[in-house]
């Protein structure tokens, strides 16, 4: 589908801060090199450059439209357009780092397998996923999607956790790695405007549901689904709107 960079970016700060969590606890020193996979806009690939000035890095991501913004940035970077579910680089990497983008691939076991396979001795996978598809923000979505007249379209488009739980993970990993770091951080985001959590999930989980509805039944499920997220996320008397957001962390060391 199409992302839209512009929609994305407008709760940039907030879509960051995991990132540098992510990054801040990193254990490596001097990696030679580095893969982002799903680099979107490459504003978090900017940061791995700073963080190794000296390290080749690649940016990976399968939007077209994100990668001619992350273009853009004249910062010594690589790019390269591939779809992450096809990923098979010639070459291992000393730093494997996805931040917000493996949710949106299915079948995490076989998937964590082949990331492992591709980090060298020595190396780390760094993982960050969004984990709040309980939330209202996402359960709405699903519920409306799953009901009519829209779920002939959509049904086949629904992933209620796509994210497995945490102890999942460290059985995955824990066979290969030669240490993890696991946890979950849940982020009180602080949003302005009007009905900002439609605005977030518009520029994420919301995007690909409305890509697959004709414009009359996108409209129109667009407008429900705004009525039902400002519901359950109503503003403020200080005109803020409090949005809770779980995010699962993971640092595997090989």
């Given amino acids: 589908m199409s992302w839209d960079p512009q929609q994305y970016g407008r709760f940039a700060g907030q879509r960051l801060r995991p990132a540098l969590d992510l990054i801040a606890r990193i254990p490596i020193e001097n990696p030679q090199t580095v893969v982002d996979l799903g680099c979107g806009t490459g504003n978090v690939t900017r940061i791995l450059r700073e963080r190794w000035p000296r390290a080749s890095i690649t940016g990976i991501d399968g939007s077209p439209q994100m990668l001619a913004e992350a273009r853009k940035l004249e910062v010594g970077l690589a790019w390269e357009h591939c779809e992450l579910a096809a990923w098979t680089p010639p070459a291992k990497f000393d730093l494997v780092f ?39 923000s996402h359960t709405l979505m699903h519920e409306l999607a799953a009901s009519p007249p829209w779920c002939e ?102």
């Fill in 98 to 136: 996805s931040n917000a983008a493996l949710h949106w691939l299915d079948g995490h076991p076989a998937l964590f397998a082949r990331l492992c396979r591709n980090v060298t001795a020595g190396g780390v996978l760094a993982v960050q996923m969004p984990r709040n598809f309980g939330a209202p």
């Fill in 153 to 254: 379209a959509l049904a086949d488009l629904l992933r209620p956790q796509p994210v497995l739980a945490p102890e999942a993970y460290y059985d995955l990993l824990a066979p290969h790695a030669r240490s993890l770091d696991i946890w979950e951080a849940d982020y009180l985001q602080v949003l302005e405007g009007e009905n900002p959590v439609a605005e977030w999930t518009k520029g994420t989980w919301l995007a690909p549901l409305l890509a697959a509805l004709a414009a009359p039944a996108r409209a129109a499920f667009e407008a429900e689904y705004r009525r039902r997220v400002a519901r359950a996320y109503p503003q403020r008397p200080d005109g803020k709107t409090l949005f809770p957001f779980r995010r699962l962390f993971i640092v595997a060391g090989f």
